[in-house]
């Protein structure tokens, strides 16, 4: 059942995979794509503070379930009050302060850009509100594990981007896109929390009156905090990269949003399953049956992304350079291709990560996850910040790298110390992984020149791969499609 929530995943993402193309070959690298993903990551990155009580709201609500359905619904309700006021806030916050919120994120733009990306930040603000409550909804059927509703709503999104652009773009310019942003946030509010209503149900109550929203509160900030300043690593990247010529936050942007989409491609679903199963065998002591799915899901998020990572890198310029071209000269090509060869790592750290992360915080230790978030973030400044004279874009991806290192190493580390589950088994795959990366990153960099010589040195890879990981590859794809894991 799996394998059809990765299925809506990825017409979700090729929609804006779509999106993303056109939008290049529209407009090319130039202001208003910078200006459209900085506009696009300020709201992101609002929303993240405004629903800080999501990361934590499935185990708190599967707590509370375990003791009354009736009180679970009265906790959804309260959570959707309390999100819905700092919602409202935070939109008319955004809408009033939209010039001085652009200046953080972005203080080497010309007094052009920040007047063009201020007004798209006010349109987008709207979507504060509705995009937050969505997110409360969403959990909540999360929690139910209702996954197909909310896999299903997650296309419309990039289909109102999609039809904006091909209908509206030419005549209105990029501020059409910002409006079907707000509109599709405000239909997805709409479906999913109608949705809701009939199949779990929820009741309005007081926030204020009740003892498990303040837990949850408090337990939030922590984790909330965590969150933000590992977020920082936006705005720092994108003040750096605002000094740099115009186009340098598009080709960052689109490399690694491109490496992000096919890692939640690969990810959101099995995590998704594995973050509700969690917290519920958590509440309910059943600590045996989650180390077998922590097991499974960090074997089969680390396959399937070097899987779908490797003909991508195999065919990266040649697909780009007939996507894109002539937008985008063939040295910006080249530059996007490294960037993508550099960033691999990064995510390969990730993949081990996010499975201990989601033990972590199903766990609710809040504080342990703000402590890791500070250093990580501190790290990535001190090796990006220096790194930049000499490397140049390529500082980034690099300094994401050893801040990612480290924090894998501590949160593996921290649910093994309370459930004892890493093995020599695990640690001997993550080496296969990380030494079959490393050569897949260096081979591609030294014959990057070369599409001939690359090719056969990436056959051979994969031969080698298959080779070593086959089993595993087909024990992944076995747990995807699996039958009768959500509904």
Known sequence: MISLLNVLNLISVLFSLLFHVLLVRLFGVALQTDVYYLCTAIIQFTVGIVAFLIKLYIPVYNDV????????????????VLIFLMGAFFSILVFVTAPYIVKIFANGFSPEKISLSARLVRVLSVSILFSSLTMVVTAALIAN???????????????????????????????????????????NFLVVSAFLRMRVGWKLANPFKRPDIAYLVRQSISMRMGGVIAELQGPITSNILSYFPTGYITLFSYTNRLLNVLFNIINSPILQVLYSKSSNLLARKRVDELKGLLISTLMSNTVLFISVIIPLIILFKKIFSLLFAPKVTSNEISVMYHLFLALIPFYLALSFEVSFAVITIAMKKGIEVLKINVVFTFLYGVFFIPAIKFLAIFAIPIALFIAEVYKSIVFINLVDRDMHIVDLDMIKNMIKFSVFIGLLVSLNVLFASSFIYGMYLNVILVILWLIFMGKDTIAAFHLIVRKGEVK
């Open 65 to 80: 379930k375990v003791r009354s359905e009736e009180e679970a619904k009265n906790f959804t309700g309260a959570v959707l």
């Open 145 to 187: 594990l209702f996954m197909l509703i909310t896999f299903s709503s997650s296309i419309i999104t990039p289909l109102f981007n999609l039809i904006a652009l091909l209908l509206f773009v030419r005549n209105y310019g990029i501020v059409a896109i910002m409006y079907s942003i707000v509109t599709a946030s405000i239909i």
